[in-house]
T-cell receptor, first 111, second 114 residues
């Protein structure tokens, strides 16, 4: 079954403590992998799209990387305002342009 | 400002009642989507539309209906046939379907059953 799995479910860090979130996928013919940020009670906000293995993208303290089976969202020296749920989604060859979503990782940064 | 507007923010449904969630976008996007979000689960697609007057069922369309009479509007009706409607509903749009077309989301509607 085609699916997207995010780990860990929740992550608590101290301010300034760097870490990584994982998104693994088991689809064939990846067309794109998307990272979104979601604050409580709000809609997801787009962060990055990655299209091929080896690709990397950065935005402020966030860096997304992609391999053939997974993506990592690296957070460097996080601040409390980085606290949110981070969602991963993939589109693949047979998905008819639809996205399959992971359940998300809830990130809490303590001051 | 361009964006996606969902209303209302909170909605309560009585048993046997149909309710309609509004979604309007002024981004001139062709494609629009409705998702349902439950705690601990990924977003699940209810319906999507890639062009006016055409829409397709997603993975969990039973108990829901939509219309796409205008490019800007994609309302979702939660019918009485949907026995477990309590969830956070998200509307999204993209320029066209496809990996290089990012989906942009509204702020969501939280639906509860009285």
């Amino acid at each position: 079954e085609d699916q997207v799995t995010q780990s860990p479910e929740a992550l608590r860090l101290q301010e300034g403590e760097s870490s990584s979130l994982n998104c693994s996928y088991t689809v064939s013919g990846l067309r794109g992998l998307f990272w979104y940020r979601q604050d409580p009670g709000k809609g997801p906000e787009f962060l990055f799209t990655l299209y091929s293995a080896g690709e990397e993208k950065e935005k402020e303290r966030l860096k997304a990387t992609l391999t053939k089976k997974e993506s990592f969202l690296h957070i460097t020296a996080p601040k409390p305002e980085d606290s949110a749920t981070y969602l991963c989604a993939v589109e693949y060859r047979d998905s008819n342009y639809q996205l399959i979503w992971g359940a998300g990782t809830k990130l809490i940064i303590k001051p | 400002d361009g964006g996606i507007t969902q209303s209302p923010k909170y909605l309560f449904r009585k048993e046997g009642q149909n309710v309609t969630l509004s979604c309007e976008q002024n981004l001139n996007h062709d494609a629009m989507y409705w998702y349902r979000q439950d705690p601990g689960q990924g977003l699940r697609l209810i319906y999507y539309s890639q062009i006016v007057n055409d829409f397709q069922k997603g993975d969990i369309a039973e108990g829901y209906s939509v219309s796409r009479e205008k490019k800007e509007s994609f309302p979702l009706t939660v019918t009485s046939a949907q026995k477990n409607p309590t969830a956070f509903y998200l509307c999204a749009s993209s320029p066209t379907g496809g990996a290089r077309n990012i989906q942009y989301f509204g702020a969501g509607t939280r639906l509860s059953v009285l």
